[in-house]
């Protein structure tokens, strides 16, 4: 097998994760509003009122895939703002503690570690070797003192997915916000607000073929929310700004044209995950896939290559034009072990040895082929070279 990439092949993107090439029908979605609903939506003439219309056609949209109010949607930046902007407005001057599970993404932990500098503090939600919340310690330490919970719905390393619903209802029990971080998952799996029952839920567009810039933060009807910026009165008080509507109506594109092919598009990438898992494990054994067994995205694989570095299996992956990474983009950089996986009770070593594959609908099945056999090349070599045993 060939480590290296034929001429004539273009590199593989295997990093969808971190994000995704924006669709087609995006571009053209947002080239139209450019042109056509260019003016400030906050305008009272013509052209403002044209573009109000398709920022409130694009939020009815959104709200109505996401089974949600329209007016429980405030447009963010991205998903790091909408967490931001939930954990801010929801703790904001107030004691007591804040849950949070571990292993949680940087923006969610970021956020929090902030908030408690504030004088709140902070718990860790344990979970199992899957990945998955432990219910009954976790709804064990909600009490009246507990301001906030938060729970990654998708985990964006591992794509093991969570089921929130008894501690969601534990939390409404209690009159404890749940925030979820669905920036994984929506887009990519259905997502019903009314159903999850939670306070909160953030999303970002370039999760799914979307642009960068935009995301969203449901809000469920009722809550009181301290802004995170000062300024105008946009988004009914709750995020200040000029709403970057050609983004907005990219976004609910994107997800329109999930919603119209999200059975199709699941079961090819998800044909094509099963697949690139079987190649690796047969030819790089032992392989080890974190996650596997339990419900997970379709899209995501997460595997160890004992006996290999994962930043070494990394570069050279990079050299041989496979695009991947060793887990969330937010926290490259770090030599540590992923949080995630050491919170599944994986051992360090194992943790250092894992990279994240993440696929997305405009994968081909050609590129999954490409791909296993540069990898298990790759996995060989390395392994040869460095004269370790797995």
């Given at each position: 097998m060939?480590?290296?990439?034929?001429?004539?092949?273009?590199?593989?993107y295997?990093?969808n994760?971190?994000?995704?090439?924006?669709a087609?029908?995006?571009?053209?979605s947002?080239?139209?509003?450019w042109?056509?609903g260019?003016?400030?939506?906050?305008?009272?003439?013509g052209?403002?009122?044209?573009?109000?219309?398709?920022?409130?056609?694009?939020r009815?949209?959104i709200a109505?895939?996401l089974?949600?109010?329209?007016?429980?949607?405030?447009?963010?930046?991205g998903?790091?703002?909408?967490i931001?902007?939930?954990?801010?407005?929801l703790t904001?001057?107030r004691?007591?503690t804040?849950?949070?599970?571990?292993?949680?993404?940087?923006?969610?932990r970021?956020?929090?570690?902030?908030?408690?500098?504030y004088?709140l503090?902070?718990?860790?939600?344990?979970?199992?070797e899957?990945g998955l919340?432990?219910?009954?310690?976790?709804?064990?330490?909600?009490?009246?003192?507990?301001?906030?919970?938060?729970?990654i719905?998708a985990?964006?390393?591992?794509?093991?997915?969570?089921?929130?619903s008894?501690f969601?209802?534990?939390?409404?029990?209690?009159n404890?916000?749940?925030?979820?971080?669905a920036?994984?998952?929506?887009?990519?799996?259905?997502v019903?607000?009314?159903?999850?029952?939670?306070a909160?839920?953030?999303?970002g567009a370039?999760?799914?073929?979307?642009?960068?810039?935009?995301?969203g933060?449901?809000?469920r009807?009722?809550?009181r929310?301290t802004p995170l910026?000062?300024?105008?009165?946009?988004?009914?008080?709750r995020?200040?700004?000029?709403?970057?509507?050609?983004?907005?109506?990219?976004?609910?594109?994107?997800?329109?044209?999930?919603?119209?092919?999200?059975?199709?598009?699941?079961?090819?990438?998800?044909t094509?995950?099963d697949?690139?898992?079987?190649?690796?494990?047969?030819?790089?054994?032992?392989?080890?896939?974190?996650?596997?067994?339990?419900?997970?995205?379709?899209?995501?694989?997460?595997?160890?290559?004992?006996?290999?570095?994962g930043?070494?299996?990394?570069?050279?992956?990079?050299?041989?034009?496979?695009?991947?990474?060793l887990?969330?983009t937010?926290?490259?950089?770090?030599?540590?072990?992923a949080?995630?996986?050491l919170?599944m009770?994986?051992?360090?070593?194992?943790?250092?040895?894992?990279?994240?594959l993440?696929?997305?609908?405009?994968?081909t099945?050609?590129?999954v082929?490409?791909a296993a056999?540069?990898?298990?090349?790759?996995?060989?070599?390395?392994?040869s070279?460095?004269g370790?045993?797995?």
């Amino acid at each position: 097998m060939s480590v290296g990439p034929a001429a004539s092949q273009q590199p593989i993107y295997l990093d969808n994760n971190a994000t995704t090439r924006i669709a087609p029908e995006v571009l053209q979605s947002m080239q139209d509003c450019w042109e056509a609903g260019f003016a400030n939506p906050g305008s009272q003439h013509g052209f403002g009122r044209a573009a109000r219309t398709r920022l409130e056609d694009a939020r009815e949209s959104i709200a109505e895939i996401l089974d949600a109010d329209p007016a429980e949607l405030i447009f963010t930046s991205g998903g790091t703002e909408a967490i931001n902007l939930a954990v801010h407005g929801l703790t904001c001057g107030r004691r007591g503690t804040l849950l949070l599970t571990r292993g949680e993404h940087p923006a969610v932990r970021e956020a929090c570690s902030y908030a408690a500098g504030y004088g709140l503090q902070q718990h860790e939600l344990p979970v199992n070797e899957h990945g998955l919340l432990c219910e009954s310690e976790a709804i064990r330490l909600l009490d009246d003192q507990t301001r906030l919970a938060c729970l990654i719905l998708a985990h964006n390393e591992t794509g093991v997915l969570q089921n929130p619903s008894a501690f969601s209802s534990a939390c409404q029990a209690r009159n404890v916000p749940l925030l979820l971080d669905a920036v994984q998952a929506v887009g990519k799996v259905p997502v019903s607000f009314r159903r999850l029952g939670v306070a909160a839920l953030a999303f970002g567009a370039h999760k799914f073929h979307g642009p960068r810039g935009v995301g969203g933060l449901l809000l469920r009807r009722g809550l009181r929310l301290t802004p995170l910026l000062h300024g105008g009165h946009q988004e009914g008080g709750r995020r200040p700004g000029t709403e970057p509507v050609p983004l907005i109506v990219g976004m609910a594109r994107a997800l329109q044209l999930w919603q119209a092919h999200h059975e199709e598009t699941t079961r090819h990438i998800s044909t094509l995950r099963d697949q690139l898992e079987d190649l690796l494990r047969q030819n790089c054994d032992p392989a080890r896939i974190h996650g596997r067994g339990t419900a997970r995205l379709p899209n995501t694989v997460s595997i160890a290559f004992p006996g290999v570095s994962g930043e070494a299996l990394l570069v050279n992956l990079h050299m041989a034009g496979v695009a991947c990474s060793l887990g969330s983009t937010c926290a490259s950089g770090s030599a540590e072990a992923a949080p995630a996986l050491l919170a599944m009770g994986i051992p360090n070593d194992v943790c250092r040895s894992t990279i994240r594959l993440s696929l997305s609908r405009m994968t081909t099945p050609d590129e999954v082929h490409r791909a296993a056999s540069i990898i298990s090349a790759t996995v060989q070599r390395l392994r040869s070279t460095s004269g370790s045993s797995p």
